[in-house]
């Protein structure tokens, strides 16, 4: 059973930075063809892939338009670990923020929200 579990969440002001962690027990985030994503979802709205992170024979990563360039998803073998790195926060970035993890299938770029495992999510708020 994969368990993931979310931390690092915060209230921060705008262009503040912020480091979310998401440790995994039960699998392996460096796992070929195997989505390591953060998905975030704010109040009313939709959830949306933040940041994903995948192996197939090299590291492979996918950025939410609206974050490129502001947040980083990297990855720790040894802790069994993935992060994001979020800097020049900004209002429109609050939302809860989940740690999601399961199979790539076909070509996917583990752009969309539908992985097998979850963590319990850390909210992250910014304030103007």
């Known amino acids: 059973q994969v368990q993931l579990v979310e931390s690092g969440g915060d209230s921060v002001q705008t262009g503040g930075s912020l480091r979310l962690s998401c440790t995994a027990s039960g699998h392996s985030t460096s796992t070929t063809n195997y989505c390591m994503s953060w998905v975030r979802q704010g109040p009313g709205k939709q959830r949306e892939v933040v940041a994903s992170?995948?192996?197939?024979?090299?590291?492979?990563?996918y950025y939410l338009n609206s974050v490129k360039g502001r947040f980083t998803i990297s990855q720790d073998n040894a802790k069994n670990t993935v992060f994001l790195q979020m800097n020049d926060l900004k209002p429109e970035d609050t939302a809860m923020y989940y740690c999601?993890?399961?199979?790539?299938?076909?070509?996917?770029?583990?752009?969309?929200?539908?992985?097998?495992?979850w963590g319990q999510g850390t909210q992250v708020t910014v304030s103007s």
């Open positions: 992170i995948f192996f197939t024979g090299g590291k492979n990563t």
């Open positions: 999601a993890a399961g199979p790539r299938t076909g070509g996917s770029i583990c752009n969309r929200p539908d992985f097998d495992y």
